[in-house]
């Protein structure tokens, strides 16, 4: 199972999914270089898993996928870590409404190299903005 865990990463934990191998290897080279630990899992149900037993602070989900596609992914995400704020990859149209309404994010896979760390960056920075405090 391709992943890569490490301490706490100062930049956060990534868990990938995305049927496509070359896909989650660009994902993985790409994040890591800005210090971002990366979980990759080639389908939804490793992705799952994977959640299941990780910290994860922000997920990268294919939408087009077999077996599960990314709304069935993302519902059983919200059950898992409902704090983890979802970014939905697609090719182009196809996704239908209440996807979007699962996800935080929508990025198109021709605009990763532009869009994607940006949305990481923002996405998880409001994440730990809206953590409760337990200051007394």
Known sequence: ??????????????LCIDHNRDVLECERAFLESFGYTVLTAPSGGEGLQLAS??????????????AMNGQEV???????????PIILLTEG????????????ALVAKDRLASQLLPTI?????????????YDA
Do not use: N
């Open 93 to 104: 149209l196809g996704v239908p409404e209440q996807a979007l309404h699962l996800v935080d």
């Open 1 to 14: 199972m391709p992943q890569s865990v490490s301490s706490e990463s100062p930049a956060g934990v990534v």
């Open 74 to 84: 993302a519902i059983e995400l919200r059950r898992l870590r409902p704090q983890a």
């Open 53 to 66: 037993t990780h910290s994860v602070d922000v997920v990268i989900l294919d939408y087009f996928m077999p």
């Open 121 to 133: 960056v923002y996405l998880y920075g409001r994440a730990r903005i809206e953590l409760p405090s």
